[in-house]
């Protein structure tokens, strides 16, 4: 079974600072990692996935993450926020079997201030 | 390509009835898997299908079903609705499950009342 925690529920953060969404996961064996983006009234939109290989994973808006086997994180970071990035984030993770099955952390919110 | 579409977009009900929610995926994908989103517990994985059978379930009860047609539309269905079934619906399709990408539609949000 895996479980997703993220450790923030809000972050508060000035329009072009930078800034970095905490995520832990828990499972006993391979699993695939992603971040979406839910604009209010929307869906989700995949901001960006981690399968194998590099652990530094770049996604859309300027988004990356970085996969930290050891620690069992995937925190996701931008540099230089805007008005617009704000939103609900989500992590997930999947086993690497072949299944569907999303498990998501509760989510937090990224209020950017003017 | 079209993205994925879900209907009705809003619905409102009473407790006791039932509802019936369609997703229509992307041109392709054969993967179909269904999320429930509460502002209490989160994005709550339901049900996944593929080619027309069904590859996981989650912890809900049996009230809640679904199924696929051999176009790859899938159709959830909740019986006796309950207050808390007050949610967001989500649907998202991909092209084999895995590693693919999910793409999600916007939801269809159902008001029990």
């Known amino acids: 079974a895996q479980s997703v925690t993220q450790l923030d529920s809000q972050v508060p953060v000035f329009e072009e600072a930078p800034v970095e969404l905490r995520c832990n996961y828990s499972?006993?064996?391979?699993?695939?990692l992603f971040w979406y983006v839910q604009y209010p009234n929307q869906g989700l939109q995949l901001l960006l996935k981690?399968?194998?290989?590099?652990?530094l994973v770049k996604g859309i808006n300027g988004f990356e993450a970085e996969f930290n086997k050891s620690q069992t994180s995937f925190h996701l970071r931008k540099p230089s926020v805007h008005i617009s990035d704000t939103a609900e984030y989500f992590c997930?993770?999947?086993?690497?079997?072949?299944?569907?099955?999303?498990?998501f952390g509760q989510g937090t919110t990224l209020q950017v201030k003017p | 390509k079209a993205g994925v579409t879900q209907t009705p977009r809003y619905l409102i009900k009473t407790r006791g009835q039932q509802v019936t929610l369609s997703c229509s995926p992307i041109?392709?994908?054969?993967?179909v898997s269904w999320y429930q989103q509460t502002p209490g517990q989160g994005l709550q994985f339901l049900f996944e299908?593929?080619?027309?059978?069904?590859?996981n379930k989650g912890n809900f009860p049996g009230r809640f079903s679904g199924r696929q047609f051999s176009n790859s539309r899938s159709e959830m269905n909740v019986s006796t609705l309950e207050l808390g079934d007050s949610a967001l619906y989500l649907c998202?399709?991909?092209?084999?499950?895995?590693?693919?990408?999910?793409?999600f539609g916007p939801g269809t949000r159902l008001l029990v009342l």
């Open positions: 998202a399709s991909s092209s084999t499950g895995a590693g693919e990408t999910q793409y």
């Open positions: 499972s006993s064996v391979s699993v695939y």
């Open positions: 981690y399968l194998s290989g590099s652990t």
């Open positions: 997930a993770v999947r086993g690497s079997s072949n299944t569907g099955k999303l498990i």
């Open positions: 041109s392709g994908h054969r993967s």
């Open positions: 299908y593929f080619s027309e059978t069904q590859r």
